[in-house]
């Protein structure tokens, strides 16, 4: 299976670095590497077009600061398209990968690609787990949101997290998914034990 060769890849980081926010560690280019590597191996796993799914990746949540019109997806995939033209890819690779972005939020489309499920699968695996909770309590750092009750990390656990597995497009995320989840379901027991 071909993939994207060392080169290629710094390339890409290179011309994203900048665009992703060093103030939110939830989605900085950490994340973007994280939902590659899931990416990568669920794409080994099903049979898909891993480049797409890299690039995709890499590229998914530059538009996060974009402007206010549009979702974050539609601006990543606007800025996407043009770092991939800079960098010579092919129309054809550069439609899969829009395609992509742009469906890995629900809040713009539903994924149809099997690329772009793919990536929509990657992104959420990185929501659950240690990495997850990691991610979830950094994220109420920097919107200055509490720990429990109303518009909180509990919250957004309860009424985000909890429902991803129900979207998941894949098996093989499903897979991962299900252990990360359930030691996100302890912590949380946890943390509720030690409260009272
Ligand atoms: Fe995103
Ligand atoms: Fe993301």
Redesign the pocket.
């Known amino acids: 299976m071909e993939t994207l060769s060392l080169e290629k890849t710094q390339e890409i980081v290179q011309a994203v670095q900048g665009l992703y926010a060093r103030k939110d560690p939830a ?1 900085d280019l950490e994340h973007a590497l994280r939902v590659r590597s899931w990416g990568q191996k669920i794409a080994v796993e099903e049979n898909a077009n891993i480049i797409v799914i890299e690039l995709a990746a890499l590229l ?2 530059i538009g ?1 600061s974009g402007t206010v019109e549009k979702t ?2 539609e601006s ?1 995939a606007g800025l996407a398209e043009t770092i991939l033209q800079k960098n010579g890819y092919s129309q054809e690779i550069i439609l899969q990968v829009k395609e992509a972005v742009i469906a ?2 629900r809040e713009t489309c539903e994924p149809q690609s099997l690329e772009a499920k793919i990536l929509y699968d990657a ?1 959420k695996l990185d929501y659950v787990g240690a990495v997850g909770i990691a991610r979830l309590f950094s994220l109420a750092g920097s919107l200055g949101i509490p720990l429990f009750g109303e518009n909180s990390c509990e919250s957004f656990y309860h009424e985000r997290i909890k429902k991803y597995e129900q979207y998941l497009n894949t098996d093989s995320a499903k897979r991962y998914f299900r252990p990360l989840f359930s030691y996100m379901e302890d912590f949380w027991i946890q943390i509720k034990k030690q409260m009272t």
């Open positions: 989605h998914h949540d996060r974050h997806a990543s890995h939020s992104d």
